[in-house]
Each structure stands twice: as C-alpha cells, then as structure tokens.
C-alpha cells in the first residue's frame, strides 16, 4: 500500500546536515508538494535541500533554557537544543525563505518559514520532554498548514 501523508515532519537526528546527500534529496524533491515542518536536522535538512548555507557553531547548543525569540509575535521562548550546526540567515533571502526565530545568547537563527512553499522549521526541540513546552504551538500551526495549505500567522514578521 503507497503512503499518502497529509504532511511531512522532518524530524531530528545527530551530526552534520551537509553529508547525508539522499535525504536532502528526497526533502527537495518533496518541497511544495505537501506541507512541510522540520525540526533540529530537519531544519538543517530542509535548508539545504532549499540550497541556504549551513554552518558550524562555534558552541553548540546543548541542553534546556535556551531563550529564543519568535520574530512574528515577539515572545521569548525557553528551548531544548541539542545541535552543533546552525543555517546561515543571511542565505535564507536568496532560497525564498525568511528568519522567523533567533537564539537570543548567540544571536544564531533558530527557525525560518518560506514565503511562497507551506514550510516552516526550527532549529530547537518543540517536541522535548521532559523540558520547556513554550513551543508547542508549532505542532498546532503545522496542523493548520496542513488543512489550508499556508504557513500560519504568527511565524512570518510582518
């Protein structure tokens, strides 16, 4: 029997986003044809196959409490993180995309939405338990993605 998801989550996973060539492959082949929310790798992921530049931090981000700011809403999130790669805002324009979320210690892009495909993702973990559930919102957005096909209010900036 063929799948025929409503939406695609890309989830998290370990290590650097670059070298696992078949995923972000699929991930391309699969951007505007189903809504699509990536979280930690995924984002990474989804960046990549967007063709955004990928880069290694300095320190990674390991660990609950890490303040984050929603650029839309203007709130401050407290995060679970564990990653030691970051996508490169200023390479989000260029692939049609936009900064929705920044790491508030580093400064470091935590999350983007595209501007024409229903797509969103976060670098942190809204789905980390036990820890900060500030973010989970995200799997109600995602939802909403998924029924009308949108990138829901609430995570582009005006």
């Not at 580093?106 to 559930?133: C, I, M, R």
Request: net charge negative.
């Amino acid at each position: 029997m063929r799948a025929s998801p409503d939406g695609i989550l890309v989830g998290n996973g370990p290590g650097d986003p670059t070298v696992v060539d078949e995923s972000i492959k699929t991930v391309r082949s699969l951007i505007g044809k189903l809504p699509m929310f990536g979280i930690c790798l995924g984002h990474q992921l989804i960046a990549c196959a967007l063709e955004a530049d990928i880069c290694k931090l300095k320190f990674g981000h390991r660990g609950i409490n890490h303040p984050v700011r929603n650029l839309a809403t203007k709130q401050i999130e407290i995060t679970s993180q564990n990653h030691g790669f970051a996508v490169d805002e200023a390479s989000l324009a260029k692939v049609g995309a936009v900064a929705t979320h920044i790491n508030l210690n580093d400064q470091s892009l935590e999350g983007f939405a595209h501007n024409t495909h229903p797509l969103f993702a976060v670098q942190y973990h809204p789905e980390a338990a036990p820890g900060p559930h500030d973010a989970e919102y995200l799997f109600s957005h995602f939802v909403r993605m998924i029924e009308n096909g949108k990138v829901p209010n609430g995570l582009i900036p005006a």
